[in-house]
């Protein structure tokens, strides 16, 4: 008798675009490790993204600018070899891109050879278009990211909703179209007004994935330290908690200090 293989649909670039066409929301979170990436996967999300993110929440960085190519590449590489179904985009960290589309094809290309990664992201509008069309030639599938931009913070000055005002709102749109003409394949669109998102999202026909950018998105993404309560300092208006695991580890190693010092771990059971 034969056994039966169960057969894994994985999720492409083009699986996104069908999903958007369809009116299926996209599912997207954040993982830097073999372990949280493989629970992911499992849990059935289509992207998984290996954000620059890793800087504040692995790193301990107070910005994403400091993380490097070489520590993105590590964590894709892990990330990689968990996933079996999503798709796995790395965020292209800072000042490995701005500098011209030649040094930005050479990091995406580092990317992609030595971690096996689907796919890159960006932060940028029209100033990076050319970078994208470079990249995307050379056969790169490109995310881009426009709204709160984190590595461009020192410029901003803070964290807070952008584009509220009607000539950034333009500009932005204009980003969002120049995007797309320059053959992204998606856009994350972070912290803008829901009435904004949801206009880019009916006027470009790649799919758009929002973090406090309300439900017109055709998907959604979320830091997954932040949604599983890892991180209790950092409660954003946008973000849903599923879990408060930083209670749950906290008690559980109490616990377990507590049966160490009492002499009750490890127990006639536990021992060889
Ligand atoms: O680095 C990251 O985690 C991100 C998401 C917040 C979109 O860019």
Not at 130 to 156: D, E, N, T, W
Not at 166 to 191: M, T, Y
Request: glycine content about 8%.
């Amino acid at each position: 008798m034969s056994a039966v293989k169960k057969e894994i649909r994985k999720i492409t670039t083009h699986v996104l675009r069908a999903m958007k066409e369809k009116g299926v929301k996209i599912s997207m979170l954040t993982a830097y490790d073999f372990s949280f990436a493989r629970i992911l996967d499992d849990a059935g999300v289509d992207v998984v993204l290996v954000g620059d993110s890793a800087s504040n929440v692995v790193h301990g960085h107070e910005t994403t600018l400091p993380i490097t190519l070489e520590q993105m590449i590590d964590h894709a590489s892990a990330v990689v070899r968990a996933v079996k179904r999503a798709l796995v985009i790395v965020d292209l960290p800072f000042g490995y891109y701005q500098g011209d589309s030649k040094n930005a094809l050479k990091s995406a290309i580092r990317i992609m050879k030595e971690s096996g990664a689907h796919g890159i992201k960006m932060e940028g509008g029209e100033f990076i278009a050319q970078s994208v069309h470079r990249i995307v030639s050379a056969g790169i599938p490109v995310m881009g990211h426009l709204g709160l931009m984190p590595q461009s913070i020192y410029k901003y000055g803070t964290y807070a909703v952008r584009a509220r005002e009607e000539d950034e709102a333009q500009q932005l749109l204009d980003d969002a179209h120049s995007l797309e003409k320059a053959g992204s394949f998606a856009l994350v669109l972070e912290k803008i007004p829901r009435e904004l998102a949801t206009r880019i999202s009916s006027e470009l026909s790649i799919p758009t994935i929002g973090i406090g950018a309300g439900g017109g998105c055709d998907g959604q993404v979320l830091v997954t330290h932040d949604m599983l309560g890892l991180n209790n300092e950092f409660s954003p208006r946008f973000l849903r908690r599923y879990a408060n695991l930083y209670d749950v580890i906290r008690e559980a190693v109490a616990h377990y200090i507590e049966d160490v010092k009492s002499h009750d771990f490890p127990n006639e059971d536990e021992a060889y």
